[in-house]
């Protein structure tokens, strides 16, 4: 496979020069994954006005997602970034262990959500019944699980980036998932 750079500010867009500008005022530093979007004069912004869109799922609910889906796609990128994010929304390490087997033994709504990610993930869509009844039990609606399937896509996508480029990982690696860490 041809090795993929990750541009730097001065190789981009000038729209994409302004978006890394405004990266850098947030978070500090262009992740990685983020620069790669790049490439493209479009795709980053396109990208991101997708992730930040309005939903009705919370910070936590949403990293809940992004770790289930990401464990599924095997997504080593991701999953640290996420893992960095769902520490900061407040899960503890062995919390997000379970959110990445698609669990969440602490919180039975949260269980029920990171259930349906692992499902829907696994099953490209084809969701069980079961799974997307347990989900409307514990609370949620049709507009969640809508917001839901929008979110497996958006992450989906970054694993996909990530998994077809293979740039450098800038966050604390996570671990694999292991028996003994679940």
């Known amino acids: 496979m041809s090795t993929f750079n990750v541009p730097t500010r001065e190789q981009v867009s000038e729209n994409n020069q302004a978006i890394f500008d405004n990266l ?8 990685n994954l983020y620069a790669t979007y790049a490439h493209s004069d479009t795709a980053l912004e396109n990208y ?66 990171a ?12 969701t069980d019944e079961a799974v997307l009844e347990n989900f409307f039990n514990a609370g949620y609606s049709k507009g969640n699980l809508i917001d839901t399937i929008s979110l497996v896509g958006d992450k989906t996508i970054s694993n996909y980036v990530h998994s077809t480029t ?10 694999p998932l292991t028996a003994t860490t679940v």
Do not use: W
């Open 166 to 175: 293979q740039v450098p990982v800038d966050f604390p690696v996570a671990q």
């Open 48 to 113: 991101l006005n997708f992730a930040n869109a309005k939903t009705s799922l919370s910070a936590k609910e949403k990293e809940v997602v992004n770790l289930a889906v990401s464990e599924v796609n095997n997504c080593v990128y991701c999953l640290s970034a996420h893992t960095a994010i769902g520490k900061m929304n407040g899960f503890t390490d062995d919390q997000i262990l379970e959110l990445r087997a698609g669990e969440a033994s602490f919180d039975t709504k949260l269980d029920a959500l």
């Open 115 to 126: 259930k349906l990610a692992k499902n829907i993930t696994e099953n490209r869509g084809k």
């Open 24 to 31: 850098n005022k947030a978070l500090g530093f262009v992740p």
